[in-house]
């Protein structure tokens, strides 16, 4: 399957059109980004990583009834997808408090949380992506309310599943990022499964094993990618 039209370049993937209609090409790069954007760096081999972890993630979900946009890896920074119409929301489902939810809502960082916090966020980097509600997102006609309940039914079951994987491998699943788009009408999971979109910790020390290293200046970026790959594929 070969690469034609480039039909979008975000931050961290590429996507082009292939010879089949509703397939497309998903290239994963090595930039890495924080802030909307305004901190920048190139973090060798990341792409890489990201497109193996995504890949094998997206299989080991698909064996647990999860549909998502993943047919096959190509190479080593490509994955040919199902071309998804996606709902321009992202799915934030917490387990252990962190980033954002510590900010806001003053919790301790580390603490777990007697229930998982699932939010949602308008994906818009010009409006520095908003926290949204369920009436909004019916309001705004990004999703009927029945496509709504399969969303929340996935991103619960992906928490589940994922969670157990991880621990299994002394990973903490922290929290994590998803976006769903529709395929003939059928909800899919879409985007990427990675430490890019993930908070991972590890089990017996806390060490943070994903983006947040270069976000928060840690150090040992690819390190902590590469160890998530090890023992995620090993």
């Known amino acids: 399957m070969k690469k034609k039209k480039k039909i979008y370049e975000g931050k961290t993937k590429k996507v082009y059109t292939t010879a089949e209609p509703d397939q497309l090409i998903q290239e994963f ?35 647990f009834n999860v549909p998502n946009h993943y047919l096959k890896k190509l190479g080593d920074r490509d994955m040919l997808i199902r071309q998804l119409d996606m709902i321009p929301m992202e799915v934030v489902m917490h387990n252990i ?16 949380l007697s229930y998982p916090v699932l939010e949602f966020y308008l994906k818009d980097d010009s409006l520095h992506d908003p926290m949204i509600n369920k009436s909004h997102i019916i309001a705004f006609e990004l999703a009927i309310a029945d496509e709504l309940k399969v969303i929340e039914r996935l991103a619960s079951k992906t928490n589940a599943v994922l969670k157990s994987f991880f621990l299994r491998r002394k990973i903490k699943l922290v929290d994590f990022k998803l976006e769903f788009g529709r395929y003939k009408s059928k909800i899919m999971l879409g985007d990427e499964v990675s430490p890019d979109t993930c908070r991972f910790w590890d089990v ?27 023992r995620i594929l090993n």
Request: glycine share 8%; aromatic share 8%; charged share 35%.
């Open 97 to 112: 408090a962190a980033g954002s939810l510590c900010e806001d809502y003053g919790i301790e960082e580390g603490k777990e």
């Open 29 to 63: 790069k090595d930039e890495t980004t924080a802030s909307d954007g305004k901190k920048k760096e190139v973090i060798k081999v990341k792409g890489i990583i990201n497109n193996q972890v995504s890949a094998f993630l997206f299989e080991y979900l698909s064996g």
């Open 204 to 230: 017996s020390t806390d060490t943070k094993l994903d983006k947040d290293r270069f976000r928060f200046d840690i150090g040992n970026v690819e390190q902590a990618y590469k160890e998530i790959r090890n």
